[in-house]
């Protein structure tokens, strides 16, 4: 099972959202936040997620999640709605790039993909979800205006023929009813920049099939590279320092043994020295007790 299946199963399958992409992340410029246990080095994982919620109407979410060094665990740690995802910036529309920056009501986050395909297959994914996101809700809003309207008008013209049989002036419902359609302020849609065209205007399928393959193709590299052996002169250079290691251990084991040897040495000397004085006393005591037993 790959990160961004994992990520889904524990974290949005719970939640009854699924997951349309997951990028991994680190910020261009460090941030001290001291509430978070990550160590004393930091040793953690970012990842950007993009959901969607399996409930009607659809909510588009953007999700931040980590997972901490020596844990296989997932950590939901904050999470947007696409209202309040006011921008996505793509730092350079001329060529590919990891930089990305989203900015929010109440926070701006400034980061670096694992890699640029990585990073062009979330900008992808997440315009083409803001897209079918803003015009299910605009299609949804036209629907229930018309309906609205229509039962409006019902309203209002039974109304007006109640109050022509009693005589009654016309009623303000349709001029109230102007004015909530007046006031009433669509949402604004979330603002891509120095994003390049084959990411939005000129997005498809095909581009973001080359993406994944690149971000395959970067993640089997850089595995190849973490498990290839080292140099020839790097594996002498080890050997030497081994050596010399394994040389230090011996010679304070023998020092060791040595002083040990030494000690156990002058014990057992003492030890006879007392055995030859104890036989000494024992063969006086001897005499004494023969001499006056006479």
């Not at 793509?90 to 890699?115: M, R, T, Y």
């Not at 996101?133 to 609205?148: M, T």
């Not at 205007?201 to 590279?225: E, G, H, S, W």
């Amino acid at each position: 099972m790959n990160i961004q299946s994992a990520i889904n199963k524990e974290i949005f399958i719970p939640r009854d959202e699924r997951m349309l992409v997951a990028v991994e992340v680190r910020r261009r410029k460090k941030k001290r936040m001291a509430f978070l246990p990550t160590g004393p080095k930091g040793d953690y994982a970012t990842f950007i997620c993009i959901s969607v919620t399996n409930t009607r109407p659809p909510q588009l979410l953007i999700t931040k999640v980590k997972r901490f060094g020596g844990s296989s665990s997932f950590i939901r740690r904050s999470q947007w709605t696409v209202e309040q995802l006011k921008q996505v910036n793509g730092i350079n529309p001329n060529k590919d790039s990891p930089e990305f920056d989203l900015v929010f009501d109440n926070a701006v986050d400034q980061w670096v993909a694992s890699s640029s395909a990585d990073k062009c297959i979330f900008v992808q994914i997440l315009y083409h979800a803001c897209q079918t996101h803003w015009e299910g809700k605009a299609g949804g809003l036209g629907k229930s205006r018309k309906l609205g309207k229509a039962s409006q008008q019902g309203r209002v013209d039974k109304c007006d023929q109640e109050l022509a049989g009693a005589g009654h002036p016309d009623t303000y419902e349709s001029k109230n009813l102007q004015a909530r359609r007046k006031s009433f302020v669509l949402p604004k849609h979330t603002e891509f920049i120095n994003c390049q065209s084959k990411l939005t205007q000129d997005a498809c399928t095909m581009n973001l099939v080359i993406y994944r393959c690149k971000a395959f193709l970067n993640r089997v590299k850089n595995l190849m590279v973490s498990n290839q052996s080292p140099s020839p002169g790097q594996g002498q250079m080890r050997n030497r320092a081994k050596g010399r290691s394994v040389g230090n251990l011996v010679q304070r084991v023998n020092v060791t043994l040595g002083e040990r040897g030494d000690r156990l040495t002058r014990a057992e000397d003492k030890t006879v020295e007392l055995t030859h004085k104890v036989q000494q006393f024992a063969d006086t005591a001897h005499k004494l007790a023969l001499k006056y037993s006479k």
